[in-house]
Structure formats: C-alpha cells, structure tokens
C-alpha cells in the first residue's frame, strides 16, 4: 500500500462513525431508568416499593388539599419520569429516548437538554392533572418528556445532520405554522396520535396499566411551542 493510500484509508477510518452514538446524558438518563427499575424488581420489597411510588411517582389527589404538602409534592413531578410501570413500557421509552433524544441533546447541549426534559415531563404531569384532580393512581414514566423531544423534532421537520461526527438535529428553527404545513410533520402527528389513543385505550398488553395519553399530548404540545427557548440563537455546527 502506497503512502498515498495509507493517508485515504486513515482518513476514512477517522471519519467513520458508529452507527449508534448516543450522547453521554441520553445514556445517563437511561441507564438510571434501568436501574431505577431493576432495583425496583429485584431488591425492593413490594412494601418498599409501595413506599417508593408513594414518594416518587406523581399522584394528582396529592394536590386536592386533602394532605399536607410534603418534600414529595415537590420533587415527584421530576422524579416520576425515571419510573416505569413494566419492562415493556421501560423499553418502548428508552428507544424513543435514544432516537429522538440523542439528535436534541447534541443540538442543545448537556444543560439545555436536561431543562427541557424537566419542563416537559412537569408540563405532562400537569396536563395529567388537569384532567385527574382526583385520581389516586400514580403516574410514572419518560414518556411525557421523550413527547416534548418529539414535539421538538416536529419543528426542525425531523432534520437531522452528522456534519460534526453526531446525529443533531440540523438548520434554523422553523415556524410553528410551517411545520404543520409539511406532509412529513402532519403525517407524523397523525399516526403519533392515533398511538397515543389506541395505547390509552388498550394499554401496552393484557393486565397492562392505563397508558396516561393525554399527558403525552402536553409533553407534546409544549416541547412543539416550547423548543425556541432552548435552542442557542447563535451556533457554527450541531453541539
């Protein structure tokens, strides 16, 4: 081999990327969610878990003034998120995380992309809540946040460029009146809703929990309408 081609084949070795490269805090908030459910399953007692849910998960009756506001009634409209009802549901949200999270989190950056995912999952708690004053059933689960990283995508109409070496996505922020205009974006709103709908409805199984849609459609709508806080106004390449 001519030292020529030695230089081409080292070029194109140094520019091949995996196929999966996930950022760092993407891999981060799904390993705790995974672990989060193994300890969930295998360590803790049911009493234990029981009291885990009843300090973590968010259970809207919490807020009637029926009770105390505790620590708990603080911190569990963040901490829900890292809970999940079942492997299932564990692993349906992880790989959206991982599709829709990981183009969010290189544009946004580390600290951007970990407000917006607090301020999605407690705008679907609150939409939950809206809707379920009374209801003594915990909510649990990332799928109100990984709804707002869609929602998001919905207005970069799922571009996405590995220009710098990672999945981010790509170009200016669009208009929420042209997004909605694209076929691609109404199409996915179509079929993301009906999910929404037939999942609320049947669940993810036989024995399966209700599936809280309508705090997807909050997550949604506010990472849809909320994403230009987030995005730096002056960037050179995806972060």
Same mark, same amino acid.
């Given at each position: %081999? $001519?030292?020529?081609?030695?230089?081409?084949?080292?070029?194109?070795?140094?520019?091949?990327?995996?196929?999966?490269?996930?950022?760092?805090?993407?891999?981060?908030?799904?390993?705790?969610?995974?672990?989060?459910?193994?300890?969930?399953?295998?360590? *803790?007692?049911?009493?234990?878990?029981?009291?885990?849910?009843?300090?973590?998960?968010?259970?809207?009756?919490?807020?009637?003034?029926?009770?105390?506001?505790?620590?708990?009634?603080? $911190?569990?409209?963040?901490?829900?998120?890292?809970?999940?009802?079942?492997?299932?549901?564990?692993?349906?949200? &992880?790989?959206?995380?991982? #599709?829709?999270?990981?183009?969010?989190?290189?544009?946004?950056?580390? +600290? =951007?992309?970990?407000?917006?995912?607090?301020?999605? @999952?407690?705008?679907?708690?609150?939409?939950?809540?809206?809707?379920?004053?009374?209801?003594?059933?915990?909510?649990?689960?990332?799928? @109100?946040?990984?709804?707002? %990283? %869609?929602?998001?995508?919905?207005?970069?109409?799922?571009?996405?460029?590995?220009?710098?070496?990672?999945? #981010?996505?790509? @170009?200016?922020?669009?208009?929420?009146? $042209?997004?909605?205009? &694209?076929?691609?974006?109404? $199409?996915?709103?179509?079929?993301?809703?009906?999910?929404? *709908?037939?999942?609320?409805?049947? +669940?993810?199984? #036989?024995?399966?929990? =209700?599936?809280?849609?309508?705090?997807?459609?909050? @997550?949604?709508?506010?990472?849809?309408?909320?994403?230009?806080?987030?995005?730096? =106004?002056? =960037?050179?390449?995806?972060?």
């Amino acid at each position: %081999m $001519t030292g020529d081609h030695e230089d081409d084949f080292r070029q194109l070795r140094d520019e091949r990327q995996p196929v999966f490269n996930v950022p760092a805090i993407v891999v981060a908030l799904t390993a705790t969610c995974i672990v989060v459910h193994l300890v969930r399953l295998y360590v *803790l007692t049911i009493e234990q878990d029981i009291g885990l849910l009843l300090r973590a998960a968010f259970i809207p009756i919490r807020y009637s003034g029926q009770f105390d506001l505790d620590v708990y009634a603080f $911190t569990s409209p963040f901490t829900y998120t890292v809970l999940h009802g079942s492997v299932v549901h564990l692993s349906i949200n &992880m790989i959206w995380l991982a #599709a829709f999270g990981s183009p969010l989190a290189n544009r946004l950056g580390v +600290g =951007r992309f970990l407000l917006f995912w607090a301020v999605t @999952g407690i705008a679907a708690a609150a939409t939950h809540y809206v809707l379920h004053m009374a209801d003594q059933s915990p909510l649990i689960g990332a799928s @109100g946040a990984i709804s707002g %990283m %869609m929602g998001a995508a919905a207005r970069f109409g799922f571009r996405a460029s590995r220009a710098a070496g990672r999945s #981010a996505f790509d @170009g200016p922020l669009l208009k929420a009146s $042209t997004a909605l205009g &694209m076929r691609s974006v109404v $199409t996915f709103l179509a079929v993301w809703m009906a999910i929404n *709908l037939v999942t609320g409805l049947v +669940g993810l199984g #036989a024995g399966a929990d =209700r599936i809280a849609w309508e705090a997807h459609v909050g @997550g949604f709508v506010v990472g849809f309408f909320g994403i230009a806080v987030f995005v730096p =106004r002056r =960037r050179s390449a995806p972060q």
